[in-house]
């Protein structure tokens, strides 16, 4: 059975950081891409960030460039989030997806992330930044 566990959200003041994980199982990790996304009540997910099989490439989008850094340990079978200087506007449930290698090479090429390459989701995690 595939699964997708998501952890390490919470609440942080704007400025702050927090780091993500998301532990898989049930399937061949280092097979798969990983991917973030993000949602607020009545707006569409928004892909964040991915990363590759073997963690050699990575995509962000322009919302995430220059303060959310992804990274995966493929021994521990982990995707790690890591963000920095949080904004109220990051605020959102977060969520991660596996998908296969179109999901990094189509969001590097057309500058978003695709959901239709998304092959399975997990739970999410609430991110509230606030004062």
């Known amino acids: 059975e595939v699964q997708l566990q998501a952890s390490g959200g919470g609440l942080v003041q704007p400025g702050g950081s927090l780091r993500l994980s998301c532990a898989a199982s049930?399937?061949?990790?280092?097979?798969?891409?990983i991917g973030w996304f993000r949602q607020t009540p009545g707006k569409e997910r928004e892909g964040v960030a991915c990363?590759?099989?073997?963690?050699?490439?990575?995509y962000y989008a322009d919302s995430a460039k220059g303060r959310f850094s992804i990274s995966r340990d493929n021994a521990k079978n982990t995707v790690y989030l890591r963000m920095d200087s949080l904004k109220p506007e990051d605020t959102a449930v977060y969520y991660c997806?596996?998908?296969?290698?179109?999901?990094?090479?189509?969001?590097?090429?057309?500058?978003?992330?695709?959901?239709?390459?998304?092959?399975?989701w997990g739970q999410g995690t609430q991110v509230t930044v606030s004062s």
């Open positions: 997806t596996i998908g296969g290698l179109m999901m990094l090479t189509t969001a590097q090429a057309m500058g978003v992330m695709d959901e239709t390459y998304c092959d399975f």
């Open positions: 049930g399937f061949t990790f280092d097979d798969y891409a």
């Open positions: 990363i590759s099989s073997v963690g050699s490439s990575a």
